[in-house]
């Protein structure tokens, strides 16, 4: 059974992974057996990162590119050829929130949100998928999307449409590349505890309305998130397409 969901001699890509859930998603596919190249705008979160990945014996490198820059990605995926590196799995992770009232907010600030959460996917989507289909070895492409994905929530209006954007990018992507072998799925975190939600944990109101609205009854640790995406990440999944799968502790179900 457990060689269903093997990554040995697999590598995978993890946008912005130097902590928080890319973390996270990176250590669970490099226990799984994978070999995982670590992404990171900040050098130090990356060096750190790679450390502690490689302490635990993992095989782990890193690459800090701005995922929102096509020159960026295509000189990476470049650097990652010249070096023998082929991208088997690739987790489209890098995001950032902004909240501020619809109202206020500026376009550039719209802007920002729109590039970092979806068209980074599509950037590096691409990048990867070009190379999965020349190759003729099929992959996996796993995006996040969020539970704004399907219910919005006030003052995250960049977010929440990009995170709705990124639920039918992943099918989009199933749709021209399931041909190629490629499965392309969504998973949709709930409310978990990383430094993303540090203000929401901080303020006690968000965080009563959390536990109270959660059949849970509670926030999600960064870890629960590894099955689903060790599951989309492996041949257990080889014909999921397309899916959006919640890890939200049942929030969803109660809306
Ligand atoms: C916020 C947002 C996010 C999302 C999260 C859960 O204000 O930061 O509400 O936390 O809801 O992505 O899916």
Known sequence: MSALFDLTGRTALVTGSGRGL?????????????????????????????????????NARGLAFDVTSEEAVAA???????????IDILINNAGIQFRKPMVELELKDWQRVIDTNLTSAFIVGKAAATRMIARGTGGKIINIGSLVSEAARATVAPYTAAKGGIKMLTRAMAAEWA?????????????????????????VEFDTWVKKSNPAGRWGKPEELIGTAVYLSSSASDYVNGQMIYVDGGWLSVL
């Open 22 to 58: 890319g973390f996270a998603y990176a250590e669970g596919l490099a226990e799984a057996g994978a070999a995982v190249v670590i992404n990171d705008l900040r050098e130090e979160n990356l060096t750190e990162a790679v450390a502690k990945l490689k302490a635990k014996g993992y």
């Open 76 to 86: 990476a995926f470049d650097a990652l050829d010249k070096d023998g590196v082929a």
């Open 179 to 203: 041909q190629f072998n490629i499965q392309a799925n969504t998973i949709g975190p709930g409310y978990i505890l990383t430094e993303m939600c540090a203000a929401l944990v901080e303020n």
